[in-house]
C-alpha cells in the first residue's frame, strides 16, 4: 500500500461544489488502496479578503496576530473537506500544521519549516483515516506560537510532509493540468510539459513561473520527493518534477524547458558613480543592511571624460521605496549622483539544461526579440538560464516571440486554465 499526498489550493476548494468535487476525487485515492495525506490552502481568495480586513483596523498588523488571523483560512477549508468526505462514507480528521506537526522558525509571516514530526497524522492514517492537514502554517519551536510559511506556502506544507511520511509522491492539485513552457494566460499555444528536471524546475520558478513556489521545489529536491502537478478540474496525466524520469516513458531531457516572465520588479539605476574599487561594494552594502534581495546588476563603461558610471539593479516592487531610502541616507557615503526608480519593467528567461552543450541559443533567443522589436535593456545568464529586462508592456509580445522562435509552440491550443482569479 502507498501513501501519497496531496495538495489542493485554493481555486479548487474555492466554493461548497469545489469542496465536494475534491472530495470525491480523495476518496477514489484512497479505493485505489492508498493511504492518503490531503493538503488544503484556504478557499478562493480567502487569505487576501483577511489581508484587507486586517489592514482596515491596522495600518501594521503585529506579526504574531497576522499569522493567527490568516491560518484560520486553512482551518475553514480542512474541516469542510474532512466533512465532506465522511458524507461520502470515508473516515477523515482535519489538523491544524501544529497538530501535524510542522515545527517553524520563529519569523512571523515567512516562518521556515524546521522540522516535521507527524505522530498524529501516522496514527491517524494506521487507524483509516484520511488525514487532512492545514497548510501553510506550523508552530514556532522556540514561542509555541501559530506562524504562516509565507503566501502560497501550502505547497511546501505538502511537500514537507511527504519527505517527513516518506511518500511515494506528493501530488499539487492546482488550476492549470501541468506546468507549461510558458504561463497559459499569456502563450495560448503554450505544451504541457510532461517531465522536468528539479534544476529546470527551480530557475523556472526564480525567473517567475508561478504554478510551484521555489522554496517548494528546493525542499522536494533536497529530500527527493518525486512531484505531480496536475488539475484537479480534469483527469489528465499532469508534469512530473523529479531528479530522473520516472515510470516507464523514456523521456528525453528537453534542450529549452521552457519562458518565464516577471512583471514583479522593479530597476533602480545609480547616476554617476566615480568609477573606482568600492563603490559597488557600498551601493550593495546599504542594500543588503537594508535586507533587500537583488536580482540582476549591471555596470555601465564609464564615461572617459568624466570617470563616472551608472550601475543599475533589480529587485522586487514592493522593496523600492525602501532601497530608494536606503541610498538616499548614504548618499554622501557612497558618491553618486542621483537615482532612477523605473517600476515599468519586465523581465523575459529562457531556461533548460540543454543550451550548456547547443551553441546558438543565445544568439537565436536575442534574435527572436530583435524580430519582435522588442529593446533589451539589462541581461544576465546562468548555465541553464538566459534573462533579459525589457519594458513591461513588451512582455507578453516578448514570450510568445521567444516561445515561437524555441518551437516551443504546440498544435494545438491545450492549455486550460480552469479557475481561480489570478489574485
Ligand atoms: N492560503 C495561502 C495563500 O493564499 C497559502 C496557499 O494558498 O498556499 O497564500
Ligand atoms: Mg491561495
Redesign the pocket.
Known sequence: MGLVVQKY??SSVADAEGIKRVAKRIVEAKKNGNQVVVVV??MG????ELIDLAEQVSPMPAGREFDML?TA??RISMALLAMAIKNLGHEAQSFTGSQAGVITDSVHNKARIIDVTPGRIRTALDEGNIAIVA??QGVSQDKKDIT??????????AVALAAALDAEVCEIYTDVDGVFTADPRVVKKAKKIEWISFEDMLELAASGSKVLLHRCVEYARRYNIPIHVRSSFSGLQGTWVSSEPIGDKKVEQAIISGVAHDTSEAKITVVGVPDKPGEAAAIFRTIADAEINIDMVVQNVSAASTGLTDISFTLPKTEGRKAIDALEKNRSGIGFDSLRYDDQIGKISLVGAGMKTNPGVTAAFFEALSNAGVNIELISTSEIRISVVTRADDVPEAVRAVHTAFGLDSDSDEAVVYGGTGR
Not at 481568495?45 to 487576501?48: A, H, L
Request: hydrophobic share 15%.
Open positions: 489550493g485554493g490552502s484556504a481568495d480567502t487569505t487576501d490568516l483560512g486553512e497548510g501553510f504562516t510559511l509565507g503566501r502560497g506556502g501550502s505547497d511546501t506544507t
